[in-house]
Structures are given as C-alpha cells and as structure tokens.
C-alpha cells in the first residue's frame, strides 16, 4: 500500500472517531447549554423527545441569537420558560423572547415587580398566552423519560420582599443517574434554610448561585451538594465575580468548573450512562 494511500485511510480513520466522541442529543435524556450572556444568567435545556426550557434570559438580547443556533430555524415555541428572579441580569432577554417566541407555561416565584424592565416584562407576560405558575418547594414537572424538575424554594410561606436574589426559583433538575442544582442568585442564608429543609440537595451539576459571589455557595452548602462539576454563569463585572475564594472552596474539593466568560458556551449532557456524560466548551 502506497503512503498516500496510508495516510488517506488513516485521516479517515481519526475523523471518524472524532466525530463519534462528539456528543449529540441522543445520547442524553437532556442537554443543557449554559449561554455566554455576559454578566448574568441564560440556560437552555432541551429534553430528548424535544421539549425546551428556557430559564432566564441574561442583561441584553444575546439570548435571542443564542436560542436560534440551539432551535431549529422555524422553532418558535418553547415549552417552559423559569424566570428565577425579576434582576435585570436575569430577564432583561425575556422581553424579546416573549415577543418572538409562544411560550406554554411560566414559572416564576411570587414576587413583587418595581422596577420598569419588571414591569415591562409583567406586561409581556399579561400578553402572551401562556400558563403562569407561581411555584413553591415540592413542586414536580415530569420531563418524561425518567427526568423532571423539582422546585426546592422558594417555601411557600416566605416571600422576601425587596430582596429579589432570595426569592430565586431553586430547581433540581434530573436525570436519569444525573442531577444538576440551579439556584438563581440565592445567598448564604437561603443555602442554610435549603439544607435544613426536606428537599434532597444534592446535584452531581452545580450552577454557582449569583455569579459566583462571596454572598453564595458556602463551605457547608457546598459539602451538602457535593457535586462533581460547577458551572459559572458570568462576565465582565465589577463585582469581582466570580470570587476567588468560592473557587478555591471548589478547587479544595477537587470540583472541577467551567466559566462562561473563559469558556464561552457550555454544553452538558446529562442522563447517558456515567461514562458518557460529556461536558465540553461548546461555541454558539
Ligand atoms: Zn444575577
């Protein structure tokens, strides 16, 4: 055989098994894209019989284009949308996604609306025909396929009014074997409420409550979730976000993270079998 020949079989051979490490949606129950928004909270989840959910829409519009490389061109229905809380880091997109896309069901926590890009956003809601659902802890959305969401907080007698960061929709989100813990900008004292509470905590997934900020993810929290991979949805601020003591808390516990602002986009997929669950920096 000529070395031509060689090398043709060869480069064949290697893109071949390129691509078959590459994930694609069917070898999850769901993936999951934590969007490079910028400062602030966008995650996609597409379960593997195609249902969308879309919690939080980021500080701009760079939701909308991220939703189009995501959903297919003429897709323009998403099943749930989770608004974890009214900050503008966290719904500034939703007003354009409610313009551009029919949603079926809203969930959110029962909170007053002060600012005008809340009000607006009410105003956007009141049109769309959407279900809106005030959820509390111990709510349950089945996914299908052996994958559901369940509310964690907020308790339904507590509202912390003025504080919206503490009134974020906390989800666990499961998988098949997998479990991945959203938790909205909650702080330390939620985190405590949530570990003296019923709920089971623990996530093999992480999203870091509030960007990463020293007001989230203590040591004890920490230790109760005890996840293998963390996820930190931030970019530039002058917050000092993500703090370097939250990820030297994960690096002690050998948790390995991904940022969206170093990393860019992230895709996991979750609820293959353990040895296929892939997490990768994924450019949108
Ligand atoms: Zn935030």
Redesign the pocket.
């Known amino acids: 055989m000529k070395f031509v020949e060689i090398y043709i079989i060869g480069l064949v051979f290697l893109t071949v098994i390129s691509f078959s490490l590459l994930p694609n949606n069917s070898e999850g129950l769901l993936d999951v894209y934590f969007f490079d928004i910028g400062?602030?909270?966008s995650i996609f989840v597409e379960t593997i019989d195609g249902k969308q959910i879309l919690i939080d829409g980021g500080p701009n519009n760079y939701v909308i284009q991220k939703l189009g490389k995501v959903m297919s061109f003429n897709d323009k229905s998403i099943d749930i949308l989770i608004i974890?809380?009214t900050?503008v880091?966290?719904i500034t997109g939703l007003v354009e996604v409610l313009e551009r896309y029919d949603v079926d069901l809203i969930i959110r926590s029962n909170i007053s609306c002060e600012t005008s890009l809340c009000l607006a956003l009410e105003e956007k809601i009141s049109e769309e025909d959407a279900r809106v659902w005030f959820v509390d802890a111990g709510d349950y959305i089945d996914l299908g396929h052996g994958s559901y969401m369940k509310i964690l907080y907020p308790f339904d007698d507590e509202i912390y009014n003025g504080k919206p960061?503490n009134n974020s929709v906390v989800v666990r989100l499961v998988a098949g074997e997998d479990s991945l813990l959203l938790t909205?900008?909650i702080e330390k004292k939620i985190e405590s409420k949530l570990l003296y509470s019923e709920s089971d905590i623990s996530a093999d997934y992480l999203k870091l409550a509030?960007?990463g900020s020293k007001t989230s993810t203590s040591e004890v929290f920490l230790n109760a979730v005890s996840p293998s991979f963390a996820f930190v949805?931030v970019g530039d601020n002058y917050y000092g976000h993500p703090n370097e003591q939250v990820l030297t808390r994960l690096e002690k516990r050998g948790i390995k993270y991904y940022r969206t602002d170093k990393d860019g986009d992230i895709r996991l997929i979750m609820g293959s079998q353990k040895s296929l669950v892939f997490i990768l920096p994924y450019v949108l």
């Open positions: 400062q602030g909270d974890s809380h900050d880091d966290h960061n909205g900008d509030h960007h949805e």
